[in-house]
C-alpha cells in the first residue's frame, strides 16, 4: 500500500522543520493511519454542475480537463421582440427572445486557454472556437496582471470591479439564451490548463511547492483538485497509484513506492545483533525479522475516471482478475485518462490489493545517507527487491523496516491492454458558415388578394453548421438605415448556381433532352428525382435566373453537383424568361425553406436591398430583389392570331390568362384579376412602336389603311400586352398573316 508521513506533510506546510526533524525521520505511516475516517479529498463529479454559490471553492485544474465553473457575476436578461409572418394570408406573431451576459470562473490558478464549451450537453462553443449561438466570448486566463473585463467594468464601475487575477474566468456578452429555454444553461468547459498533458510530479510540486519531487513522471491528459487539503489531494492519487514521502537533507521528499523503470538497488550489509529492545530473542540475536500475512481475500478495484475518447463523461475500468465474495473496490480518481490507462491502474491496484505483505525488520550500525524511507536496498538475507519503509535509530544500532515491492514496477508501467471506453453520442461540432442570399418576387399563386407582392428570402449555408441569420431591409434613400424584418430560421434553403447556360425549349413540351448541371451552396445538400404525376402536382419547383421550371431526374456528380433533366419549362407565366439564360446563374428550390417577408416591412421591391447577417458572416450579406413586379404583373395572353378578312380588314384575338389561375377548371373565361380589362397592341416593339392601339377585350380589328403605308423595313408583327393596375405583361407576338 501507498504510504503518507503526514507528521511530515504538516512540518512542510509549518515553515522551518530545524529540530523536529530527528523525530519525523523514519516515521512513515500507511495509508491505513486514516483508519475509520474518509478522505475527501478530489472527487469524481458530474459534469452538468454549475454553481452560483458565494463562497464556494474554485477548482484548480491541471493538463486538459472538463469542469463546470461557478457563477460570478450576471446581468438581468434583455428581452428582444421579434414579429414574423403576416404574409399569404397568416397571421402576424410576435415571439420574444432573452439574452444576458455574466461570467463564470473555472479555475483558482492560470489556465493557458479554453477548448469546447457544452450547454445543456450540446456545442455551445466548437474546437475552432465558434459560438453556435449569438453572442460574444472572452476568456481570461487568470495571470496576475490581468485586467478587468471591460463589460464588467462598465456595469459595475471601475472601482467596484475587481480584475480576478490569479482566478481564470470566462465573459459572455449578449449570449442569446432561445436555445436554452430563455435562461442560463448549465455550462462545461473544456479546461486548457497547460500547453500540454500534466503528470502526479507536475500535482504534487503544484501542490507542495517545497517539496523535492521525483519518480513520479506518470503521465495523465487532466487531473482536477476542488477540495481538501494537499495530504487529502495526494491520498487520493495514492489510492490509484503508490506514492511515499520521506524527509531527505532537511526537505519533504515525495516518490514512487514502486520502481518506475531500472532499478539499482542499495546493497545492505549483514544484519548486527541487538542488544536490547529486540522482538524475540531470535531477532536480538540475528539481528532481523520477517512477517508474512497470509494471502488476503481476492477483491477487484476499479478505477472511476474522466474517459478522454467520450468527451471527458465518467468511465469505469475493472481491473483483470477474479472477483470472490464482496464488494468491487472503486477508486474515484479525478483524472482524465484513456481506457487503456485506466484499466493498468485498476488491474495493478487489484494485484496490489491480493498481495500478501512480507515486511523484515532489520538491524544495521553503520549509517548511509542514502538508506532512507523509500529507497530500494536487497538484503542478504533475502532474495527480491525491497523498500525501506521507515527507519529508527536506537541506541544499539539503526532499525529498519522494510516491504517488499514487485521488482517490474507493476504499477507504473505495464503490457499493453485492449480496453473499451464505449460509445458516446458526441454533440455534433459544425463550424458555422458565411449565408449565401437570394431575394426574389414569385407570381401570384391564388391565396390572398394578390395585391401584394409576395418576396420571399433564400437563405443557406455550406455545411450544417449554419444556423440562420437575421434579416434586415435597405429601404433606400435613408442614411443607410436598417430595419429588421425577422430571421431566416435554421432550415437551409436548396440553392446554388448553375454550371453553363439552360438551353431554350417549348413550354408546351415535356423536354427531355436538355440537361443542365447545378452545384449546390452545401455539398451535404440532396435533389430527388420525380415522376410525371408527382411533376403535374407541383413538386420540384426551381426558379433559374428569372424563370421558374420544374425537372424530373437529379443525378449526382459529386462535390455538391447535380446533373438535372426531363424538364416543364416557363411555369408560372415565366416563359417570357426562358430565352434569357446566362452562366453561372441563381437556382433555388421552391419549397417551405424559403421566408415570406411582409410586404408592409420591405417598401417597393424594385429599391429595397435584403440584407442577412449570421454567426459564420464576417460582414452583412446584401441583395437586390429579383425580378421585383412577378407578383403584380399580369400574364401574357395566349393563342393570339390574325387573320385577314375578305375586305382586307386583319382582325386579331387572343386568349386571356389571369394572375392566380392556373388551373382551368370549368372551361369558361379565366377571372380578370385587375381592376378593368386593358390591353395594348402595337406593330412592333412595344417600347418602340410603329402603331399602337388600346382596346377593352380580347380583340382588335384593323383597317387595310392603317398598316399599308408601313414604311419599308417596319416589321410585320403585332404586340399583345395586357395592362394591369401595377404594370404591364409581357408581350405576346401575333405575325402578319401572308
Known amino acids: 500500500m501507498a504510504t503518507l508521513l503526514l507528521t511530515a506533510v504538516g512540518s512542510a506546510f509549518g515553515g522551518p522543520i530545524g529540530g523536529a526533524i530527528g523525530a519525523l525521520v523514519g516515521r512513515q505511516i500507511d495509508t491505513m493511519i486514516f483508519g475509520g475516517r474518509r478522505v475527501e479529498g478530489p472527487r469524481l463529479k458530474d459534469l452538468t454542475v454549475q454553481t452560483s454559490s458565494y463562497g464556494s471553492a474554485l477548482p484548480l485544474h491541471f493538463g486538459k480537463m472538463r469542469a463546470a465553473g461557478s457563477v460570478i457575476w450576471a446581468t438581468e436578461l434583455i428581452e428582444h421582440k421579434e414579429s414574423t409572418g403576416g404574409g399569404k394570408g397568416r397571421p402576424s406573431v410576435t415571439s420574444y427572445a432573452y439574452s444576458s451576459s455574466f461570467a463564470v470562473a473555472i479555475s483558482s490558478r492560470p489556465i493557458a486557454g479554453i477548448g469546447r464549451i457544452w450547454a445543456d450537453g450540446n456545442l455551445l462553443r466548437g474546437a475552432n472556437g465558434d459560438l453556435k449561438v449569438g453572442g460574444k466570448l472572452r476568456v481570461h486566463l487568470g495571470h496576475g496582471d490581468q485586467t478587468a473585463d471591460p463589460l464588467m467594468a462598465q456595469a459595475e464601475g471601475t472601482a467596484r470591479c475587481p480584475a480576478y487575477r490569479g482566478l481564470a474566468y470566462v465573459v459572455f456578452e449578449d449570449l442569446e439564451l432561445a436555445d436554452y429555454g430563455n435562461r442560463l444553461p448549465s455550462l462545461t468547459f473544456e479546461i486548457l490548463a497547460d500547453a500540454s498533458s500534466t503528470s502526479i510530479a507536475a500535482v504534487a510540486r503544484t501542490i507542495l511547492p517545497e517539496v523535492v519531487v521525483s519518480n513520479l513522471d506518470i503521465g495523465l491528459a487532466g487531473f482536477s483538485i476542488d477540495q481538501g487539503s494537499a495530504g487529502d489531494s495526494l491520498a487520493v492519487i495514492a489510492d490509484a497509484v503508490p506514492i511515499a514521502f520521506a524527509v531527505v537533507g532537511g526537505a519533504l521528499a515525495v516518490h514512487s513506492a514502486e520502481p518506475t523503470g531500472p532499478v539499482v538497488p542499495i546493497l545492505l550489509p549483514e544484519p548486527a545483533a541487538a542488544n536490547r529492545d529486540a522482538q524475540s530473542a531470535e531477532a536480538k540475536a540475528s539481528g532481523w525479522s520477517r512477517k508474512r500475512e497470509p494471502l488476503p481475500q481476492v477483491r477487484q478495484c476499479g478505477i472511476r475516471y474522466y474517459d478522454v475518447a467520450r468527451d471527458y ?66 538484503v542478504p538475507i533475502a532474495s527480491g527487491l525491497w523498500r525501506v519503509a521507515q527507519w529508527e535509530w536506537q541506541q544499539d544500532g539503526v532499525l529498519l523496516s522494510l516491504a517488499a515491492c514487485p521488482s517490474n514496477g507493476g504499477s507504473m508501467t505495464g503490457a499493453a491492454v485492449m480496453a473499451d471506453p464505449g460509445r458516446i453520442n458526441a454533440a455534433t461540432d459544425l463550424a458555422s458558415t458565411p449565408t449565401v442570399l437570394g431575394a426574389f418576387a414569385l407570381p401570384w399563386d391564388g391565396t390572398g388578394s394578390g395585391t401584394t407582392p409576395a418576396v420571399f428570402v433564400a437563405a443557406s449555408g455550406a455545411s450544417a453548421g449554419w444556423t440562420g441569420a437575421a434579416l434586415l431591409a435597405d429601404l433606400g434613400g435613408d ?253 405576346l407576338r401575333i405575325d402578319f398573316p401572308a
Open 313 to 378: 463523461q465518467p468511465g469505469l475500468q475493472r481491473g483483470i482478475g477474479r472477483s470472490e465474495r464482496g464488494d468491487l473496490q472503486v477508486i474515484e480518481l479525478p483524472a482524465a485518462l484513456s481506457a487503456a490507462q485506466a484499466q493498468t491502474l485498476a488491474s495493478n491496484a487489484s494485484r496490489r490489493a491480493t498481495r500478501p505483505a512480507d515486511t523484515i525488520s532489520y538491524r544495521v550500525t553503520e549509517i548511509d545517507p542514502a538508506i532512507v524511507p523509500g529507497a530500494f536496498v536487497e
Open 479 to 731: 442614411g443607410g438605415a436598417l430595419t429588421s424584418i425577422g430571421t431566416t430560421g435554421r432550415r437551409r434553403a436548396r440553392m446554388g448556381r448553375t454550371v453553363g447556360t439552360f438551353p431554350a425549349a417549348s413550354p408546351l413540351l415535356l423536354d427531355r433532352q436538355s440537361t443542365l448541371d447545378v452545384v449546390l451552396a452545401g455539398p451535404d445538400q440532396t435533389l430527388e428525382d420525380a415522376s410525371l404525376i408527382q411533376l403535374l402536382q407541383g413538386a420540384n419547383r426551381a426558379r433559374i435566373g428569372s424563370e421558374i421550371v420544374q425537372f424530373a431526374s437529379a443525378k449526382p456528380l459529386g462535390g455538391g453537383v447535380w446533373r438535372l433533366s426531363g424538364w416543364l419549362r416557363g411555369r408560372g407565366g415565366t416563359e417570357w424568361a426562358i430565352g434569357s439564360h446566362t452562366a453561372n446563374e441563381p437556382f433555388v428550390l421552391i419549397e417551405d425553406t424559403l421566408v415570406q417577408l411582409d410586404a408592409a416591412q420591405i417598401g417597393d421591391p424594385a429599391t429595397t436591398r435584403i440584407v442577412a447577417v449570421g454567426l459564420g458572416d464576417t460582414a452583412a450579406v446584401s441583395v437586390s430583389i429579383s425580378d421585383p413586379g412577378a407578383t403584380l404583373r399580369p400574364l401574357s395572353p395566349v393563342h393570339g392570331k390574325a387573320v385577314r378578312q375578305a375586305d382586307g380588314t386583319m382582325a386579331l384575338d387572343w386568349v386571356r390568362r389571369a394572375r392566380g389561375a392556373w388551373r382551368w377548371l370549368d372551361g369558361v373565361d379565366a377571372p380578370l384579376n385587375e381592376e378593368a380589362e386593358r390591353w395594348e397592341i402595337t406593330v412592333g416593339d412595344p417600347d418602340a412602336p410603329v402603331l399602337r392601339w388600346q382596346t377593352t377585350g380580347p380583340s382588335l380589328a384593323v383597317a387595310t389603311g392603317q398598316i399599308a403605308d408601313l414604311p419599308a423595313g417596319a416589321p410585320r408583327y403585332f404586340a399583345v400586352r395586357q395592362i394591369g393596375r401595377n404594370a404591364a405583361s409581357p408581350a
